[in-house]
């Protein structure tokens, strides 16, 4: 049997980007990886978050946000992705048994303004973006599981 891989995905505050891309992953590849999500300055799961990931078929409702101080030293994690610039800047540079670092630049959905439907629609074309980058990922992870300080590719 074999083991999983582990991966925890860094925000600002654990509270959309992160927490649907730790959906993503758990929903795609559960059975090869164990999934994690943090912040740096956790703050509270967004409800457009649950509501846009409900939308694919998955639920996050169960999720909460966390801050990285909760898993650093803690739990040992082999790849680190970090989903925004404000959390690649603020993130430790150093976590212990990362062999695997990728920065996913992502915009922020819960700054989107307007209507509860113009506020959703960002959550949705971030929940896409994250999609869009979880089979180039995995697939990477699983053919080179050793690698160092890498970028997924834009598709």
């Known amino acids: ?19 649907m891309a730790e959906g993503w992953l758990r929903h795609l590849a559960g059975d ?3 999934v994690y999500s943090s912040g740096i300055e956790p703050g509270t799961l967004r409800p457009e978050a649950v509501t846009a990931m409900n939308e694919v078929g998955i639920d996050i409702s169960g999720q909460k946000a966390e801050g990285v101080s909760k898993y650093l030293g803690y739990v040992e994690v082999q790849y680190l992705v970090i989903v925004c610039a404000a959390a690649e800047k603020a993130c430790p540079a150093i976590w212990p048994g990362v062999i695997g670092r990728f920065f996913w630049d992502l915009p922020d959905p819960s700054a ?3 209507s509860e439907e113009e506020r959703l629609a960002v959550f949705r074309e971030v929940r896409d973006q994250i999609r869009e980058k979880m089979d180039p990922f995995i697939e990477q992870i699983k053919a080179d599981p ?5 970028e997924v590719p834009a598709k």
């Not at 049997?1 to 927490?19: E, I, P």
């Open 32 to 34: 090869d990886f164990e």
């Open 1 to 19: 049997m074999s083991m999983k891989h582990k991966v925890m995905f860094v925000c600002s505050h654990n509270s959309a980007r992160s927490q």
């Open 112 to 114: 989107a303004q307007g």
């Open 146 to 150: 050793l690698l160092k300080n890498t």
